[in-house]
């Protein structure tokens, strides 16, 4: 098998020659990844795809989530103090922790607090000089989760502790600090490539803390990594770690039974079957914290209508879609956030399947006769969403069945998300995996109204009365009272239908049987620095 020219043996036989002599034999591990990264840097990204291959391998945070939980634990703070208002956060950062070093650059010094404040500034003020160096790109989840409304400044309190102060109180701050964006890189590369008139290295050949090391990329082929001797909870088990980007399902599968990946994403739900009876794979699942959903950009006409909304909600027969599409690996969504989720509201009414109906709401809409509308459907596979092109092709007759003539467009994924952000779209299918467990990370980055100018609310949908109840649900601590909030946010986006909610799916990951302490991950990341392999006898 092939990817784009490249193949396992020629990865394999890379390992081999650069430990000959040695009389040891590297490990490498091979992950057929779904699609190519949008970029290096997880600031500027929201999408699993590039933060599997940026911020996973190669980053750390100040805190990080327990592997397969959504547990916060220390990082690169091995402790941290809340103020008791809830207006301050101060953070200890771990002795000796080393940076990654590249061909420009071999780092001088450990990580100190002066990273920290370089990599959150970067992002917070406009007029830091490191805030605009890669054109185009925007620090899309910073902005979508409101960041700059919550934090009023970063101090560094001495070279080892930093500390947050807020602008008011915000319930999920320390997890947030877990996700992706907040990835700490070195300051003094940055100040290294500054001085040598190049800044914009620093996203394109990232240096982090990571377990992984990046060596190379070659754009949609192979990503390479190595492991990171010095990394500050011990050195991976695996030598080498390369993802081999294979859009295509089933040649991930292929790949996998002939040993070409040990590790591929996102099975097709048919081939699960085959999967589970595979004496060479092991099939590991479990119930995803994600939602799919098609968003219409209420910006555009129809989409402006909300009775044209909710004719189009009517008119998908999503039991058509969990059988064709997910293959029974999913369940119908109905609202934002799944049900194994805190604050999931049981009492909200989906929108019923009925064509009849859905037609008498667009003809009280003003369109009688029906339209036409365009649906951007996903061009790789992501856990909430297998296949979006079949998606799309049973929502285009769906439509079309209550007179909405459905023109069906994509992208390559850079593309799409790219164009997203801006507005672009008429109706689009998208989704999310959840990063820290908290209802917060759901309506926040989807349906806030920063989030439009963020681009991860690609709805571009700003509901006040909806915005004023998450907004509340940040400030109050008792959880009991943050779901009763989030629960009346649901009946909102319900009724204001700027999604179709499709589904929740189940998640799985193939992984060979020679993949040892392979472990899945709660928010859809693939980890691999636990992992060793078997070597045969």
């Not at 040891?24 to 970029?39: D, F, H, N, Q, R």
């Not at 999931?344 to 109906?357: G, R, S, T």
């Amino acid at each position: 098998m092939r990817t784009r020219g490249i193949t396992f043996k020629a990865i394999t036989a890379v390992a081999l020659i650069a430990c000959a002599g040695s009389g040891y034999a590297a490990k490498t591990l091979v992950y057929c990844s779904e699609g190519s990264p949008e970029g290096f840097n997880p600031q500027y990204f929201s999408t699993g795809t590039t933060l599997d291959a940026s911020s996973v391998p190669m980053f750390n945070k100040l805190v990080e989530f327990e592997l397969g939980t959504t547990k916060v634990v220390p990082g690169l703070a091995q402790s941290w103090t809340a103020a008791p208002d809830g207006l301050s956060y101060t953070f200890k950062l771990r002795p000796g922790v080393k940076f990654h070093s590249n061909a420009k650059f071999k780092p001088t010094r450990d990580l100190n607090a002066d990273d920290v404040l370089f990599s959150y500034n970067r992002m917070a003020d406009a007029n830091h000089p490191f805030h605009k160096v890669s054109p185009g790109q925007t620090y899309a989840y910073f902005e979508d989760m409101g960041m700059n409304d919550i934090v009023d400044r970063l101090e560094k309190v001495d070279p080892m502790t930093v500390r947050f102060v807020l602008k008011k109180p915000e319930a999920p701050f320390v997890a947030n600090l877990a996700m992706d964006f907040a990835s700490i890189h070195s300051a003094e590369y940055a100040d290294k490539m500054a001085a040598a008139k190049t800044p914009e290295v620093v996203d394109r050949e990232p240096i982090g803390t990571g377990p992984w090391q990046f060596v190379s990329y070659q754009k949609d082929a192979v990503i390479r990594y190595k492991a990171f001797d010095q990394h500050w909870a011990g050195r991976p088990k695996v030598d080498n770690l390369v993802y081999a980007i294979t859009t295509d399902a089933s040649v991930r599968y292929a790949k996998l039974k002939t040993g070409e990946c040990h590790v591929m994403a996102f099975p097709k739900p048919a081939d699960v079957e085959l999967m589970k009876k595979d004496p060479n794979i092991n099939l590991i699942s479990q119930q995803g914290l994600n939602v799919g959903y098609v968003a219409f950009n209420v910006e555009k006409k129809p989409f402006d209508n909300k009775l044209v909304r909710q004719a189009l909600n009517m008119a998908v027969n999503k039991q058509a879609i969990i059988d064709a599409v997910y293959q029974g690996a999913g369940q119908p969504a109905k609202n934002p956030i799944p049900p194994t989720m805190w604050s999931y509201n049981d009492k909200v009414k989906d929108y019923p399947y009925d064509p009849a109906k859905a037609k008498d709401l667009l003809a009280k809409a003003g369109y009688p006769n029906g339209t036409e509308v365009e649906l951007w459907y996903l061009p790789v596979t992501r856990p909430y969403n297998p296949d979006g092109k079949r998606m799309a092709e049973l929502i285009q007759a769906d439509w079309e069945k209550i007179g909405v003539k459905t023109k069906l467009l994509s992208y390559e994924w850079g593309e799409y998300r790219k164009r997203s952000k801006v507005g672009e779209q008429h109706a689009m299918m998208f989704g999310w995996s959840g990063d820290n467990g908290d209802p917060d990370n759901f309506f926040v980055p989807l349906l806030s109204c920063p989030a439009v100018q963020g681009g991860g609310n690609v709805a571009r949908w700003c509901h006040k009365g909806f915005e004023d109840l998450i907004l509340k649900a940040k400030r109050v601590t008792k959880q009991a009272d943050r779901a009763e909030l989030y629960m009346a946010a649901q009946e909102i986006v319900k009724a204001e239908a700027p999604w179709v909610t499709i589904a929740h799916s189940v998640r799985f990951d193939p992984v060979r049987k020679e993949v040892k302490g392979y472990q899945m991950d709660a928010t859809a990341h693939h980890y691999f620095h636990k992992v060793d392999l078997a070597t045969s006898k």
